[in-house]
C-alpha cells in the first residue's frame, strides 16, 4: 500500500489516502471535539447523504446503481488500528463546518497549502516528525526497561517456555489493543517478524507499559506461581489499565457536550 500523504493542523496529523480520501477521524482528533461528533454520527446526516449522492454523480457520471468502488472513490469506512472514515475533501470541510465554523476556516487554510505545495507546510511536518521521533525513542527505551523486569518477573515465578512468554503478553495486547501480536501485524500490514512495539503509538507504548508495571506488581503481590497464574494476573493488570483509559475518555467526553 503506497504511504499515507500527510497534512497538519494544530501540530496533529492529517492522513490522506493514495485516492486523496481524508481521514476524518484526524479531523475529529486534532479538533479535540465530543463524542456525539464523531465522523460517522455526521455521515448519517441527510445532508452529508445528499453530498455524498452529489460528488458520485460527478464522479461517476451515474444516477442508478453504484458499485461499491464507486462509492469507495468518495467514502468509505473500515474497522481496525489505522481504520476510521476517509472521505473525498469536499465532505471533509462539510464535517469541519460541521464541528465548527471557525474549525472550518482553520481547516480550509490547511488544504489550501496542502494544495499549493505549500514548502512552509512541508517544513512544519518535517519538524513536527522530528518531535515525534525523538519523544518515540526515548518511550521506546523506558518501555524496554519496564519489559525486562515483567519478563523477569515472569521467569521468577515459574514461566519458562517462550510459548508461555508470548502468550502472557497477549493478554496485554488483546485486552488493550483489541488483539494478538499476530493479529495486530496483520491489521497495521507489518512483516510476520517485525517488531510490533516498533510500529505503536507514543500513547500505545505508554499504555503497554503501565500494563505491564503493573502486572509485576500483580504477580509478585499475589504470589503467582506458574504460567496460569502469571497469565491471568497480566490479563487483570490489562483490563485495570483499559478501564481507567475508557474512564478518562468518558469523562472528557462527557465534559465537552
Known amino acids: 500500500m503506497p504511504e499515507m500523504k500527510v497534512m497538519l493542523f494544530k501540530k496533529s496529523r492529517i492522513r490522506v489516502d493514495e485516492n486523496n480520501l481524508v481521514c476524518l477521524g484526524d ?11 464523531t465522523p460517522s454520527d455526521y455521515m448519517a446526516l441527510p445532508a452529508a447523504v445528499r453530498e455524498v449522492a452529489a460528488l458520485l454523480r460527478k464522479k461517476t457520471g451515474k444516477s442508478g446503481l453504484l458499485s461499491k468502488e464507486d462509492i ?55 519538524e513536527n516528525k522530528q518531535g515525534r521521533d525523538e519523544a518515540f525513542e526515548k518511550h521506546r527505551e523506558i518501555g524496554k526497561r519496564v ?8 521467569k ?37 517478524k517485525a ?26 503481590d499475589q504470589g503467582a506461581q506458574g504460567y496460569l497464574a502469571c497469565r491471568d494476573e497480566t490479563k487483570l493488570a490489562a483490563m485495570s489499565i483499559k478501564g481507567a483509559i475508557e474512564g478518562d475518555r468518558k469523562n472528557r467526553q462527557q465534559r465537552l457536550v
Open 27 to 37: 479531523i475529529h482528533v486534532a479538533a479535540g471535539f465530543s463524542k456525539n461528533q
Open 72 to 126: 469507495k472513490s468518495v467514502w468509505y469506512s473500515k474497522k481496525g488500528p489505522n481504520g476510521g472514515v476517509w472521505a473525498d475533501e469536499n465532505i471533509a470541510l462539510g464535517y469541519a463546518a460541521y464541528l465548527s465554523p471557525g474549525l472550518a476556516v482553520e481547516i480550509r487554510d490547511v488544504f489550501l497549502r496542502y494544495k499549493k505545495g505549500d514548502e512552509t507546510l512541508h517544513e512544519e511536518i518535517r
Open 147 to 154: 519489559r525486562r523486569t515483567y519478563t523477569d518477573t515472569l
Open 156 to 192: 521468577a515465578h515459574g514461566v519458562s517456555r517462550p510459548f508461555d512468554y508470548a502468550n502472557c503478553t497477549n493478554e496485554t495486547y488483546k485486552h488493550l489493543l483489541g488483539g494478538t501480536a499476530k493479529d495486530l501485524k496483520i491489521s497495521r500490514k507489518l512483516h510476520p
Open 195 to 220: 517488531n510490533l512495539r516498533d510500529h505503536m503509538t507514543l500513547s500505545e507504548i505508554a499504555y503497554t507499559m503501565a500494563s505491564e508495571a503493573l502486572a509485576s506488581e500483580r504477580i509478585e
